[in-house]
């Protein structure tokens, strides 16, 4: 059964809680050590179980092309190559037989390879190295003891309920035998893979998609026999041997494959998970990253609407780190929707501040009228702020909302460095968004007298020409001559 995230519907769920019975992706789970397949609940703190790919693989039947594909990379092309080839040059002897006997040996080895290789989530074929070196080859006698007892459960049948029992027998060894061969290569144990309960609850498990997948392995049997007959029919021999070696092999490991592929879709089912290998090769994903784990956590409580929660969760956050912009962003955002003007109030100067540096205008206004509405004459009481959020309400085109801001500056803050910055400011404000040129120069005026020592003391008269001209009133021009 696929099951999407509880948080994050059409994404794959990677855990599962069976104490709180919920589901989590992977965005859920940042912290979570996927390599070593342990997670804690966010909810209880229990012990979780990790799903691997099971919810997200896609089915068999939608990935045909990329499994007649499979036997054309590299590593299988070489390892049916020497299979093949070699035993066409070998010399017609004992040498020849026992070279012949030693490469269908190693070819069966890798077959058999490729079904737990595709199990455990690698989607690429295993290096050529698995089909020659170390252990393994024991799997062709353990195979060939499978057929040994299946035909002996279809003949002791026979004896012992006639012609009928000993076709439904043998019905079940044929319809059996793929998930004979999944078992064995799986569990290496000839027990398990001639139990028939064994059998049938595999089948039973995986379901409908068994017997499609069945009828697609009698098709692809069917598919190389027939053309091996072609190879055989219409080419020399010493042509139509190495051909029709190279064709058997070829759709076997198309078909098992495909058996290993089918465990791989159905793992949660059969009791075992695993994830795609190949794409994630060489990333860690065992991540520990403490931000991602509490962005997860705010994440979740705020669809489960604790929101009271998700407030206290970003105040105790700004105590660790005061100044955390997107800390203070999340918690702006919060305090907006909830339309709580107490805490909006006690955070005001961060939050403007961060407004301020996204340059956020309309953000900057909002605030500003919630806690003007919340208590009459309200004023900001630190200059730098008021400067640079009055600098972002007017490259917004918020005009008068600026100016509020600045207003009385020379009485609230008559030592501030930002008094001759806040005034060219204003005077901006009313010459270039209000035209207002008489109220432009008198705060110029005032700039040039009273702050005599500020460096923008030296622009001011610039300034004045244009607000005399009514030309706009910008900065002078940048200079890149370079004095010798």
């Known amino acids: 059964m696929k099951h999407d995230c509880h948080y994050h519907p059409g994404d794959p769920a990677k855990w599962h809680c069976g104490e709180c019975q919920i589901h989590y992706c992977s965005r859920c789970m940042p912290d979570a050590d996927t390599r070593q397949r342990r997670a804690l609940c966010p909810h209880c703190s229990k012990a979780m179980r990790y799903l691997g790919a099971a919810t997200e693989v896609v089915p068999f039947w939608q990935r045909l092309g990329a499994f007649f594909r499979y036997p054309f990379h590299t590593d299988p092309l070489i390892v049916i190559a020497i299979c093949t080839l070699v035993p066409v040059v070998a010399p017609a002897n004992l040498i020849g037989i026992l070279i012949w006997l030693v490469l269908a040996l190693a070819l069966f080895k890798y077959t058999y390879a490729v079904i737990n290789h595709t199990a455990e989530g690698h989607l690429k074929p295993p290096a050529v190295s698995v089909a020659f070196t170390g252990s393994g080859f024991d799997i062709v006698i353990l195979q060939l003891l499978v057929f040994v007892l299946m035909g002996g459960l279809v003949g002791a049948a026979a004896m012992l309920g006639g012609p009928i029992l000993m076709l439904l027998a043998l019905a079940f060894v044929i319809l059996a035998l793929p998930a004979s061969i999944m078992v064995l290569a799986m569990e290496r144990s000839v027990g398990a893979a001639v139990n028939p309960m064994n059998l049938a609850v595999l089948i039973s498990r995986i379901g409908t998609p068994y017997f499609l997948l069945y009828g697609y392995l009698i098709l692809l049997t069917l598919a190389s026999g027939a053309a091996q007959d072609f190879a055989v029919n219409h080419f020399p021999f010493w042509v139509a041997q190495p051909l029709a070696g190279f064709l058997n092999s070829t759709f076997t490991l198309i078909l098992f494959h495909m058996l290993g592929y089918l465990l791989f879709q159905y793992q949660e089912e059969l009791g075992f998970a695993s994830d795609i290998q190949d794409e994630t090769a060489g990333q860690d994903t065992h991540q520990r990253d403490r931000s991602a784990r509490f962005d997860a956590d705010i994440d979740m409580n705020l669809k489960d ?41 006690r955070y005001h100067p961060r939050i403007l501040g961060w407004l301020a540096d996204r340059n956020d205008g309309e ?13 009459s004459g309200f004023k900001l009481e630190d200059p730098d702020l008021s400067v640079r959020c009055a600098r972002a309400l007017y490259h917004r085109g918020q005009f008068k909302p600026a100016l509020r801001v600045l207003q009385d500056f020379h009485k609230r803050f008559p030592d501030s460095e930002q008094l001759a910055p806040a005034y060219l400011l204003v005077a901006q404000t009313l010459a ?9 120069t008198a705060f110029l005026t005032f700039i040039q007298k009273k702050c005599v020592n500020h460096p923008l003391h030296e622009q001011i008269t610039v300034y004045l020409e244009l607000a005399q001209n009514k030309e706009p009133l910008k900065g002078p021009k940048a200079s890149f001559s370079v004095q010798e």
């Open 305 to 345: 609407g604790n929101y009271d929660r998700v407030q206290s969760m970003l105040k105790e956050a700004l105590k660790r780190d005061r100044d955390n912009a997107l800390r203070i962003g999340q918690l702006y955002q919060l305090l907006t929707a909830r339309q709580d003007t107490d805490e909006l109030y």
């Open 363 to 375: 953000g900057i206004a909002g605030v500003l009228a919630t806690l003007q509405q919340a208590e």
């Open 432 to 440: 270039n968004g209000l035209s207002q040129w008489e109220k432009a």
